[in-house]
């Protein structure tokens, strides 16, 4: 079956700082991944999606970057965070004609 | 274009009572429809799903939606709410000759009272 991992899944770091957030996908081959932030406990924001290796797409300028090195792999970075990048980071991958799954999210606070 | 209305914030429901959580659609073309459930600090999880075939879909935890294409609905229901199902609920929305991408609805927030 398949999983998704997620991590780390509570971070406090401080403004100015670089972020690196992991999530990688066991059991399923070329999936879509996806990068959300969820502000206040409600609605999704999609942040960054891909449907393959290297292929990245954004869907809000802003302070952060994602990047696919394997196929099962999706990384969520920035070089100096702000206060604004706080916020609840949830990945998800979807399989070519089924629902997203989730992973456990991770709570960021930058300080 | 692809859209997805949730139009209560907050839904109240006594224990025991029968539930509904809204959520209305708009796609160009033939739509994909879920449901989600959410728990504090926790990532979404998968209830149910429309894709084509019966009306009525069931999903987990006793939980049911229906699919009205004249309305453009896909209200979320359960015969008997319990005190366990109090979180967010998301609804969904994907085009089936489109986009990669879902989009979620605004979240309601179920609160069921004991």
């Known amino acids: 079956s398949q999983t998704i991992h997620q991590w780390p899944a509570t971070l406090v770091q401080p403004v100015g700082s670089p972020l690196s957030l992991e999530c990688t996908v066991e059991?399923?081959?070329?999936?879509?991944l996806y990068w959300y932030r969820q502000a206040a406990g409600r609605g999704l924001q999609l942040l960054f999606y891909?449907?393959?290796?290297?292929?990245i797409s954004s869907e809000v300028p802003q302070n952060l970057s994602a990047s696919r090195p394997q196929d099962r792999q999706f990384i969520l970075s920035s070089k100096k965070l702000l206060l604004s990048d706080s916020g609840f980071y949830l990945c998800?991958?979807?399989?070519?004609?089924?629902?997203?799954?989730f992973g456990q999210g991770t709570r960021l606070t930058v300080v | 274009a692809q859209s997805v209305a949730q139009p209560e914030d907050q839904v109240n429901v006594a224990e025991g009572n029968p539930l509904t959580v809204k959520c209305t659609y708009s796609?160009?073309?033939?739509?994909?429809l879920f449901w989600y459930v959410q728990y504090p600090n926790r990532g979404l999880q998968f209830l149910l799903k429309?894709?084509?075939?019966?009306?009525l879909v069931k999903g987990s935890y006793g939980f049911e939606a229906e699919f009205n294409k004249s309305q453009t609905s896909f209200h979320l229901k359960k015969p008997s709410a319990l005190v366990s199902d109090s979180a967010l609920y998301f609804c969904?929305?994907?085009?089936?000759?489109?986009?990669?991408?879902?989009?979620f609805g605004r979240g309601t927030s179920l609160i069921v009272h004991p």
């Open positions: 796609v160009s073309g033939n739509p994909y």
């Open positions: 969904a929305v994907r085009d089936l000759g489109g986009s990669y991408i879902p989009t």
């Open positions: 429309y894709i084509t075939g019966d009306n």
């Open positions: 059991g399923t081959s070329n999936p879509n």
């Open positions: 998800a991958w979807r399989g070519r004609l089924t629902e997203a799954f």
């Open positions: 891909s449907v393959g290796i290297g292929q």
